[in-house]
């Protein structure tokens, strides 16, 4: 919890997360990391703990990593299980509304037409089902509405949420 927490705790969060994550690496199981707030500090925006753990240089060479956009603050991996392709799409936490991050996630969607995509965010549906402030309505606008091959999103932050997106 990088929000809360000075460096020295902070970076041994970031390891015992880390070295979880790493059993999944050294499975070769396709896997990916989306920032939260607990992952961010607030003040500034600040990745560098995420950065240093989970930037691109520790997917970049994985089969399945198909590329990432500052950093791996947002990036997508190329995914099949039997005959459904994927492409999941991360979405760093606060940055949402970034104009260069509406660029790229819908370059991304529409690069990938014939694939799945399943968008992966922290913060996105209350409970009512209702969208969790303006970020969310942003995805939703502005990356979800114009790609009709977007079936999912995937988010945490809120207990008990859960609502269909397309029909």
């Not at 509405?145 to 859960?162: A, Q, R, S, T, Y």
Request: with cysteine; glycine share 8%; proline share 2%.
């Amino acid at each position: 919890d990088q929000t809360n927490v000075g460096d020295e705790i902070a970076n041994a969060e970031f390891s015992v997360a880390s070295k979880a994550q790493k059993i999944l690496d050294d499975a070769l199981v396709p896997n990916g990391v989306v920032s939260g707030n607990h992952d961010v500090l607030h003040t500034g925006e600040n990745y560098d703990y995420y950065w240093k753990y989970f930037g691109e240089e520790r997917y970049k060479d994985s089969d399945w990593y198909g590329g990432s956009l500052n950093n791996n603050m947002h990036h997508y991996d190329l995914i099949s299980l039997g005959s459904y392709d994927f492409v999941f799409l991360y979405i760093g936490n606060l940055r949402e509304t970034d104009a260069d991050l509406i660029e790229w996630a819908n370059n991304v969607c529409k690069a990938y037409p014939s694939r799945n995509v399943v968008i992966c965010t922290h913060e996105y549906l209350l409970p009512s089902g209702v969208y969790s402030g303006d970020r969310a309505q942003v995805i939703w606008d502005k990356i979800i509405v114009p790609n009709d091959n977007i079936k999912m999103v995937l988010c945490g932050h809120n207990e008990g949420v859960c609502d269909q997106i397309k029909q």
